[in-house]
């Protein structure tokens, strides 16, 4: 089923809070390639949030999406992902995300859906936006 072109400018219900604890830090980046605790801000506090961090609360935000317009997830090719920050994610940071569908487009039976989702902390201030483009496959799984 393609997706509705109507969805353009609709923004889908906040995810759920998610805490950003030196634990999650240390496994998210242990899950990409780094070594346990690199980027983490538990043991050596100084240590960054990794950039790429937010994909956790914003791939909530997407499987929110798609379970509202009854999209399976195995038909979604991951074509593109932006971070733009208004400040770091830091350890302690309390974190929601917004998505808006800001673009749905038709090429060769595929659809391209770009979107995008403000991440905000829990007094409600922007930490970054983050933008995706996302190919919905089209025809027989």
């Known amino acids: 089923m393609p997706i509705d072109a109507a969805l353009v400018g609709r923004a889908f219900p906040p995810t759920s809070p998610v805490p950003v604890t030196a634990e999650s830090v240390a496994a998210f980046a242990a899950s990409v390639g780094g070594a346990a605790g690199e980027g983490a801000a538990g043991e050596g506090a100084d240590r960054p949030v990794p950039p790429t961090y ?16 009854q999209v399976e997830l195995s038909r979604i090719v991951h074509g593109d992902q932006r971070f733009r920050y208004a400040r770091p994610v830091v350890v302690g940071d309390e974190l929601t995300a917004t998505l808006t569908v800001t673009g749905v487009r038709s090429i060769g039976g595929n659809d391209i859906v770009s979107t995008s989702s403000e991440i905000t902390d829990a007094a409600g201030a922007v930490v970054c936006t983050a933008t995706a483009t996302l190919v919905h496959r089209g025809g027989a799984a």
């Open 54 to 69: 937010p994909i956790v609360v914003t791939f909530a935000a997407l499987q929110d999406f798609l379970a509202a317009e």
